[in-house]
């Protein structure tokens, strides 16, 4: 390649328009070339010019993006985009551009957007964003992540989602000090704190701040279930249910409840369960009239009413309406008791049954039988007493075939069949069958006085 260098003072004098020197003179590394004829000029640091007529030029050539132009000026026009020069500055937002940067730049502020996708009617103000857009439909997906394999059809949607990766989280909330990747992400957040919530739902006309807020909560009217817990089989409809969900089976709880120090292992479980220490009870049986802190608690209760029962203890065959009631139940089965009663020692298997074991010892008896009078500490009490006066006796032995309207009684009544007696006087060491019997026999130990 023949190169002819002289002088900057020489190239002064020359054609050469003054534009170009000042690119070059910015840009020292910038390099352009062109050719002409069978001959290669290199304009450098040092401008280098050839006294060939303009017939013979058959083009101009960038020597950095290889682009080719048919004259001189609008390769001399088209260096400055090289250069880093940005003369042109926008009058709305003070952006500095090359002169063609900002022609495409004022198309933003104008508001017009003259490019259609024909697939989805989006509309965009450069036809380059079109471009960019309809790799989306094409479902070509060229621009993977390295780090979890995610392919993206844009660069500029895998730039974005590698945000996540880095940490880095510059975009802050003012009102909550919550922190995002990417400002797109604060300013769909933000909407949560303006309180407007202009998209509803059709079905249950529940309203949403965002729109994808709205779309991911259609998947629970539509039935489909598609991500599915690996551990325990369960579906759910949204993706985030089911990263939730996975929560539990991690074992780790990070979410501690002030009022009782309980620990969940998700902040919405615990939000939930704050409702328990307000008092507040919004939720109300329409069947029964009891409320709830809770509506999940509600939907619970329901069940009881509805009759339905699809839990089933594989030791005795009972069955339950909720599957907490199963929970507790099996405890009994466990053999495990490690709810202690302070007052007399006994102990139970469920803390629940501990704490109406109490009211015992308090003496405190609130439930009345409204036919004999007869108090009772514990409703469960009143309830099975009750029988008694219904008349129903469902419990028969199967030794004698005498008829009990409780099934404590029928227990306690099989004992006398198996001929142990466990309750022995101390005065006189006569043994009994049962307590009351024992009690009874005491009265004779102290002139019929009772105990």
């Given amino acids: 390649m023949e190169v002819v260098k002289e002088e900057l003072d020489l190239c002064l004098e020359s054609e050469v328009d003054d534009k170009l020197i000042e690119v070059v003179k910015e840009e020292p590394d910038l390099k352009l070339e062109c050719d002409v004829g069978d001959k290669m000029f290199l304009i450098d640091d040092e401008i280098v010019l050839d006294t060939v007529s303009s017939v013979e030029v058959k083009h101009f050539r960038c020597f950095v993006c290889g682009k080719a132009f048919p004259f001189k000026e609008s390769l001399i026009q088209h260096a400055v985009v090289h250069s880093r020069v940005k003369n042109f500055k926008c009058d709305e937002c003070g952006k500095r551009f090359s002169q063609s940067g900002l022609t495409q730049h004022l198309l933003i502020h104008s508001g017009v957007k003259n490019f259609k996708c024909d697939e989805c009617g989006k509309r965009f103000k450069k036809k380059s964003r079109l471009t960019e857009h309809l790799l989306i439909h094409s479902g070509v ?126 902040k919405n479980v615990l939000t939930q369960h704050l409702l ?114 219904s008349g129903v006796k469902n419990f028969e032995c199967d030794e004698c075939g005498k008829l009990f309207a409780q099934k404590v009684c029928l227990t306690r009544h099989l004992l006398l069949h198996s001929g142990v007696k466990n309750f022995k006087c101390d005065e006189c060491g006569k043994q009994f069958v049962q307590k009351s019997n024992l009690i009874r026999h005491l009265s004779n130990h102290c002139g019929g006085k009772s105990f």
């Fill in 141 to 266: 997906k060229n621009f993977k992540c390295d780090e979890c394999g995610k392919r993206y059809a844009q660069k500029a949607g895998l730039t974005q989602h590698l945000l996540i990766h880095s940490g880095v989280k510059n975009f802050k909330c003012d009102e909550c000090g919550k922190q995002f990747t990417r400002k797109t992400n604060l300013t769909k957040h933000l909407l949560t704190h303006s309180r407007v919530k202009n998209f509803k739902c059709d079905e249950c006309g529940k309203l949403f701040a965002k729109k994808n807020g709205l779309i991911q909560h259609l998947l629970s009217h539509s039935g489909v279930k598609n991500f599915k817990c690996d551990e325990c089989g369960k579906l759910f409809a949204k993706k985030s249910g089911l990263t939730e969900h996975q929560l539990s089976h991690s074992g780790v709880k990070n979410f501690k409840c002030d009022e009782c120090g309980k620990l969940f292992a998700r």
């Fill in 276 to 389: 328990i220490h307000s008092g507040v009870k919004n939720f109300k049986c329409d069947e029964c009239g009891k409320q709830f802190a809770q509506k999940v608690c509600l939907i619970r209760h329901l069940l009881i009413h509805s009759g339905v029962k699809n839990f089933k203890c594989d030791e005795c065959g009972k069955l339950f309406a909720q599957k907490v009631g199963l929970t507790r139940h099996l405890l009994l089965h466990s053999g495990v008791k490690n709810f202690k009663c302070d007052a007399c020692g006994k102990v139970f298997a469920k803390k629940n049954v501990l704490t109406q074991h109490l009211l015992i010892h308090s003496g405190v008896k609130n439930f009345k039988c409204d036919e004999c009078g007869k108090l009772f500490a514990q409703k469960n009490c009143l309830t099975r007493h009750l029988l008694i006066h």
